[in-house]
């Protein structure tokens, strides 16, 4: 699996020019239909198998439809709004639609574009929290709206779908809650800061049972996108939700649909096994331990030694660890605050793709170098893409064919895309880590893919000259993988920031 991360709101837009904090009528805003299947048969080409398509849902937002429900601009982040303050579990966001009455139907298109494509498509489920303002108006006949049937004089109850606070009075500008109900961030009084998740409010899984209300209503949203043909779903906060639902929810779509997989936004790694082994999960993100750490080595100079701890802590479920090195929530790889350049986040993106064997995400733009340092908005200068704002971002004019690549972006790109391939060779054959066999190796990353005549050695090179230097192969390595050859040490050079392979032979031949 190897996953394609893009903001149809960006990725499409045709406007060339932004005004910090600007409407959807001054910046634009990208379309599902911008997806032609030529530009999805060039991302399968590139070797992605799945596009996470991120924020589909209806969510808050300041931009007012005739016939959607409007929000309090003062409970929205941003013009455009966040896309985890879902509003509406059961529809598409009409920013999305050239037409937004027919919103559906070409959400439907996309869907069949992507598949005829080569791609499985991947949809955002937001379970922990919601707009303040959530307001179903597409769920099937017979849905029960979240919160109608609420004892809102309880601060807690088992059938709640909410969590109240009695007596107490949100007020966040001209908007006001009575009772005031918890904010997503676990939030439980009516005084959130600016930093906390104020637009949303948190929902209620204390029933602990298949039979409690908010149990059936999310699972049932999971099931009806299933039903449309989703192929998967990327689970935010997902530890913020009992593993015991999670448990239930999978496997009541697994049992209808056995071919979709459930990605979770997990961070804390005491949580893992829990959430793939009972929770029923098939994939984690690997942000605390795997992310934070290559960060570390491109970022602060941390040793390249540090990197096997990491993946031996979680070797037992190494299969189900996803690798990324950009998404919405974390620093362009490219920018100061990170890597500072394109070419210096190659090695770490080389050590990601090449030696794990998960999924792999890439961020759009991340191929041809984006930084991200415009301040649009709500989301200020501070190396991310906003997913608050609505914004003119000239990589995706480039990435939609809309503007030519500079030849460094198209030199990036080919990079990108003969990593993948040759991830796709690797897929299935056995990792051997080579560092404990060569402690002086700080600022070079070693290890061996394949077994037998096909086994190679990689090694990526984190600093900022070419070197060339002897990795040493231990007599275990040989025994492990079936080598049919006995060398012990092997001279390669590896160019600045990148990556060489060495495909072993026979030294005796």
Request: hydrophobic share 35%; charged share 20%.
């Amino acid at each position: 699996m190897t996953i394609y991360q893009v903001l149809p709101r960006l990725y499409g837009n045709r406007h060339t020019t932004g005004i910090q904090g600007g409407t959807i009528r001054q910046n634009g805003c990208g379309k599902m239909l911008d997806f032609s299947l030529k530009a999805l048969r060039a991302l399968r080409g590139q070797g992605y198998t799945h596009i996470w398509y991120t924020g589909l849902l209806e969510h808050a937002t300041q931009t007012v439809y005739p016939d959607i429900a409007p929000d309090n601009p003062d409970i929205v982040k941003g013009k455009a709004g966040s896309p985890y303050a879902v509003k509406d579990y059961y529809d598409i966001d009409p920013d999305l639609a050239r037409r937004v009455a027919d919103r559906r139907a070409e959400f439907c298109e996309l869907l069949a574009r992507s598949h005829k494509a080569g791609l499985k498509v991947i949809m955002d489920f937001v379970p922990n929290h919601v707009a303040r303002h959530y307001v179903s108006d597409a769920a099937p006949q017979g849905v029960r709206p979240l919160g109608a049937d609420d004892d809102t004089a309880l601060h807690f109850s088992p059938d709640n779908n909410f969590y109240y606070c009695p007596d107490e009075t949100l007020r966040i500008g001209s908007y006001t809650e009575s009772p005031a109900r918890a904010s997503g961030n676990d939030v439980f009084h009516a005084h959130p800061t600016p930093d906390d998740w104020y637009e949303t409010c948190k929902l209620n899984y204390g029933g602990m049972s298949p039979q409690s209300s908010t149990w059936q209503k999310m699972t049932d949203i999971l099931l009806y996108w299933a039903e449309q043909g989703v192929d998967g779903f990327r689970c935010d906060m997902a530890e913020m939700v009992p593993v015991s639902f999670w448990h239930h929810a999978i496997a009541a779509v697994l049992s209808r649909h056995p071919h979709v997989r459930f990605i979770a936004e997990v961070y804390n790694p005491q949580l893992y096994r829990d959430y793939i082994r009972h929770g029923g999960f098939h994939y984690l993100y690997d942000k605390a331990g795997f992310y934070d750490t290559l960060r570390a080595v491109v970022a602060g100079g941390q040793s390249t030694q540090s990197i096997p701890s990491v993946w031996q802590s979680t070797d037992d479920i190494r299969p189900h660890m996803l690798y990324f090195l950009e998404n919405h929530d974390e620093q362009r790889l490219a920018s100061p605050f990170f890597a500072s350049a394109p070419q210096a986040g190659r090695p770490a993106m080389a050590v990601a793709a090449l030696m794990g064997t998960g999924p792999l995400m890439v961020y759009s733009g991340q191929e041809i170098g984006e930084r991200g340092m415009t301040a649009e908005g709500y989301s200020g200068q501070d190396g991310r893409t906003s997913i608050f704002d609505y914004w003119a971002y000239p990589f995706c004019r480039k990435l939609a064919g809309r503007e030519a690549l500079t030849p460094e972006e198209e030199a990036l790109r080919e990079w990108y895309t003969s990593l993948l391939q040759l991830r796709r060779k690797l897929r299935g054959t056995p990792f051997y880590d080579l560092m404990y066999a060569n402690p002086a190796l700080t600022r070079q990353y070693a290890f061996l893919r394949g077994e037998g005549r096909e086994t190679r050695l990689i090694v990526a090179n984190f600093h900022g000259e070419e070197v060339r230097l002897t990795v040493r192969l231990p007599r275990h390595a040989v025994s492990f993988l079936h080598l049919p050859y006995a060398a012990s040490h092997y001279t390669i050079a590896v160019p600045a920031h990148d990556y060489a392979v060495l495909t072993l032979k026979n030294p005796l031949r």
